[in-house]
């Protein structure tokens, strides 16, 4: 499961389809330089063939001459890209899932990774702007619900918009029915039960994460839920 939470409406993906091919794209931006824009996620928000551009279809060309094909090649920079998150080195990272997403638009992984990165940002909108997308390739895949869905209850503890808690819920919810082994989805849903004040269900949500990965478990929450309500099951004193 590539789901690293070291942390919906269908959105218009990036030039997937063919006929994007066909038509003039747009003069990227130059105000900003590359060396920061490797950086950004996307490449400081270009379109595919803008960014294309920007790097040079000779670059592009070595990026994908070992490969049998672009798609490939984009796999091979989104998991290089999790192997340097799971390392911190957050700035090889990006740039891994962002030369990722050039070479391939509706590779889910590079919108995840890319996610993630956002996450270390004042905000987190950026970031469920990216995972959505990634979610839209791949509307059952549990690593991105669960991240998604913690990511809008970070947003909901800056904002306390009942909406963000309600769809953060849902999206928790989702992800642990996609896969009963998710333990951070089982750990994140319990928070969201707690805020709801909902003290049961997170209590069971945190046994659940409990029973399919101890390194889960999120202590800070667990003292939170003790002083709310005692742990039914007798396991956290």
């Known amino acids: 499961m590539k789901s690293t939470f070291l942390l919906a409406a269908a959105l218009l993906l990036w030039g997937a389809a063919p006929a994007q091919a066909q038509r003039k794209a747009k003069t990227p931006p130059t105000d900003v330089p590359l060396a920061t824009r490797r950086l950004q996620p996307l490449f400081g928000g270009l379109t595919p063939a803008q960014a294309e551009q920007v790097l040079g279809a000779p670059f592009i060309t070595s ?6 094909s672009r798609a490939e090649a984009s796999r091979f920079f989104s998991t290089k890209g999790y192997e340097y998150l799971s390392e911190s080195q957050t700035d090889t990272a990006a ?7 050039v070479l391939d638009p509706n590779n889910a992984d590079a919108y995840h990774g890319l996610g993630i990165v ?3 940002a004042a905000t987190p909108d950026q970031s469920i702007d990216l995972l959505t997308k990634g979610l839209t390739l791949t509307p059952a895949n549990s690593a991105l619900l669960s991240d998604l869905g913690a990511t809008y209850l970070i947003r909901y503890q800056q904002t306390k918009k009942k909406k963000d808690l309600t769809t953060g819920t849902e999206l928790l ?3 642990t029915t996609q896969d009963a082994t998710n333990a951070a989805g089982w750990q994140q849903l319990a928070r969201a039960y707690y805020y709801q004040e909902k003290y049961p269900q997170a209590w069971e949500a945190v ?3 409990q029973t399919s990965n101890l390194a889960s478990l999120d202590f800070e929450l667990i003292s939170d839920l003790k002083a709310k309500l005692p742990d ?3 396991t956290f004193k």
């Open 232 to 234: 039914p099951q007798g």
């Open 118 to 120: 956002a996450s270390n």
């Open 173 to 175: 919810e989702k992800a």
């Open 95 to 101: 740039y891994r899932f962002n030369l990722a997403w």
């Open 207 to 209: 046994h659940k994460g």
């Open 63 to 68: 990026l994908t001459n070992s490969f049998a």
